[in-house]
């Protein structure tokens, strides 16, 4: 089975850091100076000092932290922009869903469900999926099987690959990469489409009606995850971001005060921008700022860093290894082999800037 390439995009991640309590005016100075640069940090119409608390030291390591990231990958020069690349997982999630999918086919197969696996590899495709060999995946996890060239050039739009590419040039490109990872706009959630020859409304609507022929893979840093799941580390992230209390996480108020970020971050000219214009978010907003609402959401302790960085190591490490009788092309392995470069480089790079094994590292 060949795996084939993808395309990009990236998440936050969810904090397991509990603030201290023994905050002082001038840490919570410092706190608005650093997060108020995150591209997604809000005003939400009031004052809401009362419900926070920040740690000074922990302020260090994140501004550390943003500023080593956001020189190593500064999307103004070339060498940034090609470490940006390497560091986005999303990339990697089409090869994780295929992989899924082959693993549970596996398992049916021991399980004495459907016919040995040797199978796998000579299974003859259907007219219609001769017909209709595109996969578009959405960045929330939505992906839509078999779609026809026209659907796709209706769908992704004819300047998808640049102004003034005709339909025969989109049609080669396309075939260059059959699987497109989108971040879908409104447009494309209402668009009328079809699966395995039947029509479904739109995709927004087959996904809330759970439609069998739609699947959907929540994948979060290289693992399955579910939308529950996704949501609350959005929350837990929100709660990192304006530094609020534990307490305060639990009351009514400060739900009341999340609503308010999801309804202004809806409206977000930046990400609405990145969207329409089919441009990865750090290109729009900047490194800095980027970098900043990625740290300040996790607000991870210094140890915590390192961890973090090494799992996604190993895990890019054991994705790199196929199952039995599958194999990857040649870009899968390039861009697996720049991640894993990379993610290498940034945890030897912080072990050495915070002297990995000392004391301090707790902090």
């Known amino acids: 089975m060949q795996i084939s390439n993808t395309l990009q995009n990236n998440i936050v991640s ?3 850091h509990e603030p201290s309590k023994n905050s002082a005016e001038t840490a919570h100075q410092t706190s608005a100076v650093i997060n108020t640069k995150a591209w997604d940090y809000v005003d939400l119409g009031e004052d809401i000092s009362a419900y926070t608390t920040v740690d000074p030291k922990q302020e260090q390591t994140n501004q550390e932290l943003i500023n080593y990231l956001s020189t190593l990958m500064n999307d103004k020069t070339d060498e940034g922009r090609k470490n940006l690349k390497a560091y986005d997982l999303s990339q990697h999630d089409s090869l994780k869903s295929s992989l899924k999918i082959f693993k ?7 399980a004495g469900k459907v016919e040995q696996l040797q199978s796998l590899p000579i299974l003859p495709f259907t007219a219609y999926q001769i017909e209709h060999p595109y996969y578009v995946h959405g960045t929330n996890g939505e992906e839509i099987k078999n779609m026809s060239f026209d659907e796709l050039y209706d769908f992704l739009g004819k300047d998808y690959f640049g102004e003034n590419t005709t339909k025969s040039q989109f049609r080669v490109y396309a075939e260059r990469i059959g699987i497109f990872t989108v971040a879908f706009d409104e447009r494309q959630k209402q668009f009328d489409y079809t699966l395995t020859g039947r029509p479904i409304k739109t995709l927004e609507q087959g996904i809330k009606d759970k439609d069998p022929n739609l699947t959907v893979h929540y994948l979060y840093e290289l693992h399955e995850t579910t939308p529950e799941a996704m949501n609350a580390m959005k929350m837990e992230r929100f709660k990192n971001l304006y530094a609020f209390t534990d307490e305060f996480a639990k009351t009514d108020k400060f739900q009341k005060l999340y609503d308010t970020f999801l309804e ?3 409206h977000n000219k930046e990400l609405e921008t990145a969207t329409n214009q089919r441009k990865k978010l750090v290109d729009v907003v900047g490194s800095e700022r980027f970098f900043t609402s990625e740290v300040a959401g ?3 302790s210094r140890a915590q860093v390192i961890e973090h960085y090494t799992t996604i190591t190993e895990d890019l490490k054991a994705l790199k290894t196929p199952p039995e009788n599958t194999t990857y092309g040649d870009t899968v392995i390039k861009n697996l082999d720049d991640s894993i470069t990379l993610y290498e480089k940034i945890t030897s790079d912080l072990k050495q800037m ?3 094994g000392d004391v301090d590292m707790q902090g």
């Open 14 to 16: 969810p904090s397991t």
């Open 354 to 356: 915070w002297h990995y």
């Open 298 to 300: 996790r607000d991870l």
């Open 264 to 266: 202004k971050e809806a």
């Open 104 to 110: 549970d086919f596996r398992e049916k197969v021991a």
